[in-house]
């Protein structure tokens, strides 16, 4: 429409997105208010648990994580793939490695983020299937106090890849080439199915439908309720 096209809408646009998301968010806000100047930004930031609750409690319209609840009812965007990739300290022998054996993690001293986190979730996940017995040793608050901590010697950890700089020794840590290792995981906006969203919040799901994000999303023409 005519109010668009000069990019004239007024309003704000409210999301959260789970903390892994803080490290590629800005530029597609960036790029969304170079189509919509007059809408305002209200981003929040915070794990999977706080981001499920703010949809529960409509504190937000629009979501991003990669491990969305069953309630309340969502509709859901494929956005890009998030590997979960094992890391520790630069120099730890696994590194060289062509590859090494998911048991080998048994007993290994490993962090983790706290409970709430979509990453601590899926780690476990990922432990229990496998049956994997790390020893705890640590548990952290941020992907970035776990990739200092890992640096620092502390233990092993798995992460975002997108969390870490492209080459990874420039924070500290190799990734390890265990077995079964990235996991592979995507991450999808969501908004409840059952609530009318704003024109800003709209206009952001067709800017992304529009524009998919890390050029390897999923096509994103087909979002449905979930
Ligand atoms: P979180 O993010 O660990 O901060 O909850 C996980 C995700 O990428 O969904």
Redesign the pocket.
């Known amino acids: 429409d005519l109010q668009a096209l000069h990019g004239l809408e007024r309003g704000r646009l409210r999301i959260a997105g789970?903390?892994?998301?803080e490290y590629f968010i800005a530029q597609w806000l960036r790029r969304y208010t170079d189509h919509h100047p007059g809408i305002e930004i209200e981003l929040a930031v915070?794990?999977?648990?706080a981001?499920v609750r703010r949809l529960q409690q409509d504190d937000t319209e629009l979501a991003v994580?990669?491990?969305p609840p069953q309630a309340p009812p969502l509709q859901r965007v494929p956005l890009m793939r998030?590997p979960l990739v094992l890391i520790g300290p630069l120099g730890h022998p696994w590194a060289g490695a062509r590859r090494v054996p998911r048991a080998a993690l048994n007993g290994q001293p490993m962090l983790m983020?706290e409970a709430?986190?979509?990453?601590?979730l899926?780690t476990e996940a990922y432990l229990h299937t496998h049956g994997l017995t790390p020893t705890l040793r640590a548990t952290l608050g941020s992907?970035e106090a776990i990739k200092h901590a890992v640096a620092a010697g502390l233990g092993l950890a798995v992460l975002?890849r997108h969390a870490l700089a492209d080459d990874p020794a420039h924070d500290g840590v190799a990734v390890l080439p265990v077995a079964g290792f990235p996991i592979e995981?995507r991450?999808l906006l969501v908004w409840r199915s059952d609530r009318r969203l704003s024109l800003a919040a709209r206009r952001f799901v067709e800017f992304v439908q529009d524009h998919p994000p890390g050029g390897d999303a999923a096509p994103t023409g087909d979002s449905r309720a979930g």
Do not use: I, K, L
């Open positions: 789970v903390t892994t998301t915070d794990n999977r648990d981001v994580m990669m491990m998030n983020r709430g986190s979509g990453t601590r899926a992907n975002s995981r991450w």
